[in-house]
């Protein structure tokens, strides 16, 4: 490990301090030769918002950020990754992997762009007391959103597996030297000193994970022992331990001095209960009171049980009594055999090992993606102004700020990135779409490998099905569908002429009317589209464009796929990770929740791409262009599957149009599942243009007005009022860049740039007012 590729930035709910085991031993041998900053937990005091960073004797940086009382739950989010962004800054710390320690920090930290995202299990939290509600929603998207899991131990290892098949089992190590002192003769604790013996040691955390019903009956079997407990008392009131004369809380000690502890004891325990906060934990302390040439008594944790009571160098007792025989024949045993057998054990087990191996498959993993982004240049204003975080404006962004070094606000009124393809994690923990099942297709190569420098894909082919006549039949129509509905046994020539029998010719196909009855005549027309398009369009069939139902084809074979493009996959972890990424250059910055209407006035930029709808824009000056809007309604169901596709179409029940179940699109293993139902409306936010030839005539007269203004473009499904798919919206988007290189020396001259518009008290130049 000589070069420093990466710096790693660690979040974790743990203070360093109180931190003796796996993260100090790891990222302390990583900062032998890189940079490391251990971001804490946020502290909440009365003081200003900041954020400290101090260094630990370990090499490694530690922060921690302070923060207001008062704040609500996103504003919480939203300081603290401010302050972490400040701190990258100010540490100038811009190739970096994250590392997590825990699932709570993903919220405030969605915004970083690392080199690569490490997931480093040690516990399942969420069977902590007082683990938060959404840790396991954010723990999903963790795991899907890290490059590495590694796991602390064998359960974890299993129950991760399930959810993420490439996790790594790293079971904690040992620094088998350090507590190895333990084995000297030495001087006792002045502490522990006036204890008589046997001493019966635990360090660690005291919270809900100790089985105080066992020390306290441990405490009431043998009163002539001393039970001696090393560690902060955490989350649990102290007045819940026992208290007893001959059971001793000392605090917390440093894992410096916890050699000299354990010298002082005749047995370590690990008197854990059996709860949801353990079913899981693997203790590093079993090798470490191993390594100290301690005898161990422990209760029957399944990862101790396994290897360490297996191998007979652990004793497992579970009831008092038998916890303190079990001690007795441990004192009893001969010392020298149990650490000879022991030592066999610990050879194997390494600090160094475990962090060279996760060394490298870290460096793998950064390898992998992009080369480090260029600092911000120093200059004042933005050079554009996009109006949508969606994929025209976010594409727009990403292509200014990388190829053309422009500096660029995108500002959206929504409070994420993304426009109608956002998804996110609901309160079930489950993937879903906000504004409506997002499947991405396309045949054009450039578009997906233009996407894929922003995400890895999960392939996925979408299916529907249609009910029809009390049936669940393919959509669209192929073979199946045929001879379901109408129960035949047709081979696809005889399904060709039985469509073109029905096929109704009628001259130029002008409507969506047209398209349908001309392919597959009336019959089937009424039981798939005419209902449907109603519903969706508010309008008939008859009165839309001819482009609106060609979405949909038809065929004689038995393929049953909704799209044949040579492209189809999903966002291996969601397209909100995927504009994340796309967003991430220090060119760009990204204002939420912000009409850019309320701000242009005392903005600095120079020229504007706009991405909402066009008629907006010119304050509707010749009249309203009609879109069509959904209302989205979810529901979560308490099993893991809902129906048999995807997604099921209702042409003719129901007030809504599609159910879409989003486990299919995400390939989400979850006991729950989510579903969205669409109910089509005249009023809302603008979802679909209406593609028929009055609107189109009237577009033109915008776009006529759009196209006099030579420093604003218009891009993208609502401004450009094309009823467009995502990868047309790339594509336009890629090309409207493209034009705008190629005109922009001739474009710089006739604005007589350079020049920064702005200032306070602007008027606005772009438009004609
Ligand atoms: P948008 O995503 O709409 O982004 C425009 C953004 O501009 C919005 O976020 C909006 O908030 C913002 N904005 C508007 N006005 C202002 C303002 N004044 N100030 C600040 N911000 C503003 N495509 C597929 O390829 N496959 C599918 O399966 C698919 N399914 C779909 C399902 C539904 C229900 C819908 C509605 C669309 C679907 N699409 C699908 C189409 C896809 O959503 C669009 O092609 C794509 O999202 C359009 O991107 P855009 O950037 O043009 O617009
Ligand atoms: N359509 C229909 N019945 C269906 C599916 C689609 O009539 O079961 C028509 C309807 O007019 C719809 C259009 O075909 O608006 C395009 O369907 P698509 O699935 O492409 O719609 P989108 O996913 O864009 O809403």
Not at 15 to 32: G, Y
Not at 148 to 175: C, I, Q
Not at 475 to 482: G, V
Request: with cysteine; glycine share 6%; net charge negative.
């Amino acid at each position: 490990m000589g070069s420093r590729e990466f710096d790693v930035v660690c979040f974790s709910h743990l203070r360093w301090d109180f931190v003796w085991q796996r993260p100090q031993q790891l990222l302390s041998r990583c900062a032998r030769d890189r940079r490391v900053l251990y971001v804490e937990e946020a502290v909440f005091d009365g003081g200003p918002v900041r954020i400290e960073a101090r260094d630990a004797c370990s090499g490694v940086r530690v922060a921690v950020p302070w923060l207001p009382h008062g704040l609500s739950p996103e504003e919480v989010v939203s300081v603290q990754q401010q302050l972490v962004e400040e701190l990258l800054e100010r540490e100038q710390i811009d190739r970096y992997v994250l590392w997590y320690s825990t699932p709570l920090a993903v919220p405030s930290t969605r915004g970083l762009t690392p080199a690569a995202v490490v997931y480093d299990c040690m516990d399942e939290l969420s069977g902590f007391a007082d683990a938060p509600a959404d840790l396991a929603a954010l723990e999903e998207e963790l795991l899907r959103r890290a490059d590495l899991v590694f796991t602390g131990g064998h359960s974890l290892y299993e129950a991760k597996r399930e959810r993420r098949p490439d996790v790594h089992l790293f079971p904690s190590s040992v620094e088998t030297a350090h507590f190895a002192q333990a084995r000297e003769r030495q001087p006792d604790v002045a502490e522990q000193a006036p204890l008589p013996h046997p001493r019966i040691g635990w360090f660690g955390v005291i919270d809900e994970r100790l089985d105080v019903d066992l020390l306290a009956g441990l405490a009431d079997a043998r009163p002539d022992w001393q039970l001696v407990l090393v560690g902060p008392v955490v989350k649990i009131d102290p007045a819940t331990l026992p208290q007893r004369p001959n059971v001793h809380y000392l605090g917390q000690r440093s894992y410096a001095d916890l050699p000299r502890y354990l010298a002082g004891w005749d047995v370590a325990m690990l008197p854990f209960a059996r709860n949801r906060a353990t079913r899981f934990i693997s203790p590093t302390k079993t090798p470490e009171y191993l390594a100290a040439g301690r005898p161990v008594v422990s209760t029957s944790i399944r990862d101790v049980v396994s290897p360490y009571g297996e191998q007979g160098l652990v004793r497992i007792a579970d009831e008092p009594e038998e916890f303190a025989r079990a001690c007795e024949e441990a004192m009893a045993e001969d010392a020298e055999e149990r650490q000879r057998r022991v030592d066999s054990v610990l050879t194997e087990m390494s600090w160094d090992y475990t962090w060279a191996d996760m060394c490298e498959l870290i460096e793998g993993a950064v390898r992998a993606p992009s080369p480090p982004r260029p600092r911000v240049p120093a200059r004042e204003g933005f050079d554009w102004l996009v109006v949508g975080a969606g994929f025209a404006g976010s594409v727009l962004a990403e292509r200014l700020a990388t190829q053309a070094n422009q500096r660029v606000l995108v500002c959206d009124v929504r409070s994420h990135v993304g426009g109608n393809a956002y998804d996110h994690y609901d309160e079930a923990g489950i993937l879903v779409h906000r504004y409506g099942p997002h499947i991405f297709h396309t045949n054009s190569g450039d578009v997906f490998e233009y996407l894929s420098q922003f995400t890895q894909w999960r392939p996925y082919e979408h299916r529907v099905l249609a009910s029809v006549d009390g049936m669940l039949v393919p959509l669209p129509i192929n073979l199946d569908t045929i001879n379901t509905l109408y129960n035949l046994d047709l081979c696809a020539d005889e399904a060709e002429a039985w469509l073109a029998a029905r096929g109704e010719p009628c001259g130029r196909i002008q409507t969506s009317e047209d398209v349908v009855i001309s392919k597959v005549g009336r019959d089937l027309y009424l039981k798939f589209f005419r209902n449907y398009t109603r519903k969706q369009w508010g309008l008939d069939p008859s009165e839309l464009d001819a482009s609106v139902t060609s979405r949909v084809p038809t065929r004689t074979s038995r393929d049953a796929r909704y799209f044949t493009d040579t492209y189809q996959a999903m966002p291996l972890h969601g397209y909100t990770r995927m504009f994340e990424r796309m967003l991430a250059h220090p060119n760009v910055k990204v204002l939420l929740n912000t009409d850019y209407r309320e701000v242009e006035s005392f903005l600095s930029y120079e020229r504007l791409a706009y991405t909402g709808p066009i008629d907006e824009f010119f304050d509707f000056q010749y009249g309203k262009l009609p879109y069509r809007s959904l209302e989205f309604r979810f529901e979560t169901h308490d099993r893991s599957v809902f129906q048999p596709a995807p997604v099921v179409n209702y042409p003719n029940e129901h007030l809504y149009t599609r159910v879409t179940e989003f486990k299919y699109l995400t390939g989400q293993e979850h006991p729950k599942t989510t579903l969205v139902y669409e109910y089509p409306r005249a009023e809302g936010d603008p979802y679909y243009p209406v593609p028929r030839p009055e609107n189109g005539e009237l577009y033109g007269r915008y776009k006529e007005l759009a196209d006099a203004l030579e420093d604003v473009v218009f891009a993208g499904r609502l401004a450009t009022y094309r009823y467009y798919n995502m990868d047309q919206v790339v594509a336009q988007a890629l090309a409207t860049y493209r034009r705008l290189e190629e005109t922009r020396g001739r474009t710089d001259r006739a604005l007589g740039r350079p020049g920064v518009h702005g200032g306070a008290g602007r008027q606005r130049v772009h438009r004609p007012d």
